[in-house]
């Protein structure tokens, strides 16, 4: 009679903060997003409309994994980076934060350059979300 | 090991980061736990603790936010353990306490989400675990939030000292509450959104019946009308909360409480640790198949049967040794 329940809740579960970057009310995409990574097994916290600084405090005592933004308002330039700039300087240096919204594609090697680890525009496949995240905590987990 | 002890050190004073990663550790029930929890216990204690339920959607969250602005506008540094429950299909949670809270950044807040159901033992074993963390890295004031449905506002008896149950106007009538169990459980109750109908109603029907089960109680549960979203009742609230504090202070009744709370959790632990100790020395699924089988064709009845698997087990074990 082998515990059934163990190894599953030995395994990581992956924690992700969700958050609306400043100002910007658009929050039916982000809920959507985060149903769909609640489907995948993931433990999302959500945590509203939110500023970099709080953004960080609640990535740092929910111990997540990702960083997840969602931005529909242009203000992903300013607030993106800063967010990751935060995150280090806290200390928490394998924290990888994701950016959704709407971002002019030639802004993508901008926000890659100032460290944020992947951004998806509006067409982009629920799975392939998943996926990237799947993998970037998998890396995560091999290099610590 | 090592490691361990730096992120314990660093817990105990106060820093953030190492007090995340403790209480994910034993969340997850790592190999480090149980020795984290040795070295975080003999430091845990000194916090009072609360406790808010309530059926979903009646304001625990906004009631937590507005409790723990009064706490840090007394001085106090407070520790939160929010719990939502978790998909029964994936695992997965989406933990949404947080949206609720409003912190000042001069304040001594930490806020963790947790998913119900994640670790085995359930709920009072961990939330009992972070908040014990909490309490060693400082908190004075530790608030448990969870809904009340199912087995865990039991849980949250066992893990506080002053429990709150939250209500509202439409949450269903009396009886409902009583079916809930919801009833047995609070030393304070809260009538939050009182600025809907039918809350009058509803808290003096909570009164009726505290009225006829409260003859023999010390305590009579308060039934306080709040509405927490325009900031309504809240200090009424937090005075109870600390008249309550103040009376379990009396003739050692927080002793008292504490240490039933303690027996229960042990027996609770060896009861989880016998069934541990079970799997691991008596796993044999064929033979449960196969009495499966037995029952299923009526040679045998599910409770011999079991008896029968449990004796076989430990003759077994007798003759290996």
Same mark, same amino acid.
């Given at each position: 009679m082998p515990d059934r329940r163990s190894s599953e809740d030995m395994e990581r579960k992956v924690r992700i903060v969700m958050a609306k970057l400043g100002l910007d009310i658009h929050w039916r995409g982000v809920l959507l997003v985060s149903q769909f990574l609640k489907?995948?097994?993931?433990?999302?916290?959500?945590?509203?409309?939110?500023?970099?600084?709080?953004?960080?405090? $609640? $990535?740092?005592?929910? #111990?997540?994994?990702?960083?997840?933004?969602?931005?529909?308002?242009?203000?992903?330039?300013?607030?993106?980076?800063?967010?990751?700039?935060?995150?280090?300087?806290?200390?928490?240096? #394998?924290?990888?934060?994701?950016?959704?919204?709407?971002?002019?594609?030639?802004?993508?090697?901008?926000?890659?350059?100032?460290?944020?680890?992947?951004?998806?525009?509006? #067409?982009?496949?629920?799975?392939?979300?998943?996926?990237?995240?799947?993998?970037?905590?998998?890396?995560?987990a091999r290099s610590s | 090991m090592k490691d361990i002890d730096l992120l314990v050190e660093k817990s105990l004073s106060g820093e953030k980061l190492a007090t995340a990663r403790l209480i994910s550790i034993v969340e997850r029930g790592d190999d480090a736990a149980p020795s984290v929890m040795e070295k975080i216990y003999p430091h845990s =204690? &000194?916090?009072?603790?609360? @406790?808010?339920?309530?059926?979903?959607?009646?304001?625990? &969250?906004? +009631?937590?936010?507005?409790?723990?602005?009064?706490?840090? %506008? @007394? =001085?106090? &540094?407070?520790?939160?353990?929010?719990?939502?429950?978790?998909?029964? /299909?994936? =695992?997965?949670?989406?933990? %949404?306490?947080?949206?609720?809270?409003?912190? *000042?950044?001069?304040?001594?807040?930490? /806020?963790? &989400?947790?998913?119900? %159901?994640?670790?085995?033992?359930?709920?009072? *074993?961990?939330? *009992?675990?972070?908040?014990? +963390?909490?309490?060693?890295?400082? *908190?004075? !004031? !530790? !608030?448990?939030?969870?809904? %009340?449905?199912?087995?865990?506002?039991?849980?949250?008896?066992?893990?506080?000292?002053?429990?709150?149950?939250?209500?509202?106007?439409?949450?269903?009538?009396?009886?409902?509450?009583m079916k809930a169990g919801l009833m047995e459980i609070a030393d304070i109750f809260v009538v939050n959104k009182a600025d809907r109908p039918g809350a009058e109603n509803l808290s003096s029907s909570v009164e009726g019946m505290l009225d006829r089960a409260s003859q023999t109680m010390e305590w009579k549960p308060p039934v306080l009308l709040t509405a927490a979203s325009l900031n309504r009742g809240i200090d009424r609230l937090y005075d109870t909360i600390w008249n309550h504090a103040r009376f379990l202070k009396e003739d050692s009744r927080l002793e008292k409480r504490r240490k039933a709370q303690m027996r229960n959790e042990m027996q609770s632990r060896i009861e989880g640790e016998l069934l541990q100790m079970f799997r691991k020395h008596f796993g044999n699924e064929e033979e449960l198949n196969s009495l499966a089988e037995k029952v299923y064709n009526k040679g045998i009845d599910p409770q011999t049967a079991a008896r029968t698997f449990l004796e076989n087990g430990f003759e077994l074990k007798k003759r290996r040794e």
């Open positions: 489907d995948a097994g993931m433990e999302v916290i959500y945590i509203g409309n939110t500023f970099p600084d709080q953004i960080v405090a $609640a $990535a740092i005592e929910e #111990d997540a994994d990702i960083v997840g933004l969602s931005t529909l308002s242009g203000n992903h330039l300013t607030l993106g980076p800063k967010v990751v700039t935060l995150l280090r300087e806290k200390g928490m240096t #394998d924290v990888k934060v994701f950016m959704g919204g709407v971002i002019p594609p030639h802004h993508v090697p901008l926000l890659k350059e100032a460290g944020i680890y992947e951004v998806y525009g509006p #067409d982009t496949a629920m799975e392939v979300i998943v996926k990237g995240i799947e993998n970037a905590v998998a890396r995560r | =204690g &000194s916090a009072y603790y609360i @406790g808010v339920t309530g059926p979903p959607g009646v304001g625990k &969250s906004t +009631i937590t936010d507005r409790l723990v602005s009064l706490f840090c %506008g @007394g =001085g106090y &540094s407070v520790g939160i353990v929010a719990v939502d429950p978790c998909s029964p /299909f994936s =695992g997965g949670a989406l933990l %949404g306490d947080r949206v609720r809270m409003h912190v *000042k950044s001069d304040w001594d807040v930490f /806020f963790r &989400s947790m998913s119900a %159901g994640r670790v085995m033992g359930g709920l009072a *074993k961990t939330t *009992k675990e972070a908040s014990r +963390i909490l309490d060693a890295g400082g *908190k004075e !004031i !530790i !608030i448990v939030e969870t809904v %009340g449905v199912g087995q865990s506002e039991l849980d949250i008896t066992q893990a506080t000292d002053t429990v709150v149950v939250v209500l509202m106007p439409d949450s269903g009538d009396a009886v409902q509450m």
